[in-house]
């Protein structure tokens, strides 16, 4: 009987083995044909009940992550702030008639806000303060991660970070066409120190292009091209702090305040001050931003609030990363083989492994909320990805000149769930060709495995 039994093992056990073959020579298969260099794909998949690896590829090959490290880091953020964390920017008054503003760094704190601080603050019979103070030592003078392109500094995608975060520190231009072949008209929606040099004219197609040198004339924009229809373009904001005591400036006017002096840098006293007013934003305002519309001037926002609650001191990319380190020993996760420099995996500097990223997903697997809140096929970031798989994938994409990305779990149709993590670093494919093969490398894990 035992003899039997164990044959009936070795049997399964010889099944299990050439189906798993099979499986693994399916996707080699589809890899071969894409006729792209095996050598620059990097592939994991693992069963999330066993943890077991059931397809690699270069697994343990370091590669850039691009975008898909924004769940990384959005999870160890919010396991250090809390799910209850709020973005608070507060406006304190002192026994001595001043104003002091304690400054969150919100990535959602606006003009609007500014001015209804203000506003509370006359209505409370604050009309000639002797001082107006700002405490910004949540982040230090670091506005830009580590390694990100000085060429991409006009990139609306990657504005600047800071302890003065406003209207998504981004520039909105108006270009608007005139008279045929005649100068087009530029102006900028709200008030900020900018000269355009224009060459901008009247034609049959929105066509605009915008350079600046920033180590000679940061504050004057060169707008080349055509323009047909009214157009609004942004661009970052070279100087945060100006930007925002410029709105705070306007705000102070509305309300006829009567205020002349400078806005000093100043610790916010730990008495003899009471709270004046403030606006909060809640941490999970973050999460769709950051995960289904990859915006990465909130990621960076997050995860350097995080490495501040960490040390209880300003936050700083040093800070966070310290974070993340204890947040990944914490959950079991290795950290040998990976480097981390930002928090929304825009730096080329950013270096994981397949291997680490599908373990990282498993270990978050039976973590509904963060499972879910990664976009599914026709959301986000897969508005117009993925459609075959409808609700059986969760995934964040990530995209860099020459690199495509994709990692998060499919759910076969034999109901098992899978993490993944498929990274494609090839100079000579255009994306097209390498968001293909994804998409051909996770059909053919959902009808095979």
């Known amino acids: 009987?035992?003899?039997?039994?164990?044959?009936?093992?070795?049997?399964?056990?010889?099944?299990?083995?050439?189906?798993?073959?099979?499986?693994?020579?399916?996707?080699?298969?589809?890899?071969?044909?894409?006729?792209?260099?095996?050598?620059s794909i990097s592939v994991s998949v693992k069963d999330t009940h066993t943890g077991k690896t059931v397809y690699k590829l270069n697994d343990k090959k370091p590669s850039m992550p691009a975008s898909t490290l924004k769940p990384v880091t959005l999870a160890a953020s919010i396991d250090t702030l809390g799910k209850n964390y709020e973005f608070s920017t507060k406006l304190y008054k002192n026994t001595n008639n001043e104003l002091i503003f304690l400054l969150s760094a919100d990535p959602f704190l606006t003009s609007n806000d500014i001015k209804y601080l203000i506003k509370t603050a006359k209505d409370?019979?604050?009309?000639?303060?002797?001082?107006?103070?700002?405490?910004?030592?949540?982040?230090?003078?670091?506005?830009?991660?580590?390694?990100?392109?000085?060429?991409?500094?006009?990139?609306?995608?990657?504005?600047?970070?800071?302890s003065y975060n406003l209207d998504n520190n981004l520039l909105n231009i108006i270009i608007s066409?005139?008279?045929?072949?005649?100068?087009?008209?530029?102006?900028?929606?709200?008030?900020?120190?900018?000269?355009?040099?224009?060459?901008?004219?009247?034609?049959?197609?929105?066509?605009?292009?915008?350079?600046?040198?920033?180590?000679?004339?940061?504050?004057?924009?060169?707008?080349?091209?055509?323009?047909?229809?009214?157009?609004?373009?942004?661009?970052?904001?070279n100087h945060p702090k100006r930007y925002f005591i410029l709105r705070l400036e306007e705000a102070i006017r509305n309300e006829k305040m009567e205020y002349y002096?400078?806005?000093?840098?100043?610790?916010?006293?730990?008495?003899?001050?009471?709270?004046?007013?403030?606006?909060?934003?809640?941490?999970?305002?973050?999460?769709?931003?950051?995960?289904?519309?990859?915006?990465?001037?909130?990621?960076?926002?997050v995860f350097k609030a995080a490495g501040a609650k960490f040390v209880n001191n300003t936050g700083s990319l040093e800070n966070s990363v310290k974070m993340l380190k204890s947040y990944l020993k914490k959950i079991g996760v290795d950290d040998?083989?990976?480097?981390?420099?930002?928090?929304?995996?825009?730096?080329?500097?950013?270096?994981?492994?397949?291997?680490?990223?599908?373990?990282?997903?498993?270990?978050?697997?039976?973590?509904s909320d963060f499972k879910n809140s990664l976009p599914t096929s026709g959301e986000g970031t897969l508005e117009n990805r993925?459609?075959?798989?409808?609700?059986?994938?969760?995934?964040?994409?990530?995209?860099?000149s020459d690199v495509s990305c994709i990692a998060g779990y499919i759910t076969s149709r034999s109901g098992k769930t899978y993490a993944f993590d498929i990274m494609i670093n090839d100079p000579k494919t255009k994306v097209s060709d390498k968001k293909s093969l994804e998409e051909y490398?996770?059909?053919?894990?959902?009808?095979?495995?």
Request: proline share 5%.
């Open 1 to 39: 009987m035992k003899k039997l039994l164990l044959n009936l093992l070795l049997s399964l056990a010889v099944i299990l083995s050439i189906q798993t073959t099979s499986q693994a020579n399916q996707i080699d298969k589809t890899i071969s044909n894409s006729g792209i260099n095996k050598g």
């Open 124 to 162: 409370k019979k604050v009309i000639s303060p002797k001082n107006i103070y700002i405490d910004n030592y949540i982040f230090d003078s670091t506005e830009w991660g580590e390694g990100w392109q000085w060429d991409d500094d006009l990139n609306p995608l990657m504005p600047k970070f800071s």
């Open 177 to 237: 066409p005139t008279k045929k072949d005649a100068p087009a008209y530029i102006y900028v929606t709200k008030f900020y120190p900018t000269i355009f040099m224009n060459l901008v004219t009247t034609g049959d197609k929105n066509d605009i292009h915008l350079s600046r040198n920033n180590h000679i004339s940061p504050d004057i924009i060169n707008a080349e091209g055509t323009v047909k229809d009214q157009t609004t373009v942004q661009i970052p904001i």
């Open 261 to 301: 002096g400078n806005f000093t840098q100043k610790k916010l006293p730990k008495s003899n001050v009471y709270l004046v007013a403030q606006v909060n934003h809640p941490i999970t305002d973050a999460i769709d931003p950051i995960l289904k519309e990859s915006n990465n001037f909130v990621a960076e926002t």
């Open 336 to 367: 040998s083989d990976i480097k981390i420099v930002d928090g929304s995996g825009v730096s080329k500097n950013n270096i994981v492994t397949a291997d680490f990223m599908s373990e990282f997903l498993v270990k978050k697997s039976n973590d």
């Open 386 to 400: 993925m459609l075959y798989f409808k609700n059986n994938l969760h995934a964040k994409t990530g995209t860099l």
């Open 441 to 449: 490398i996770l059909r053919d894990i959902y009808s095979k495995y």
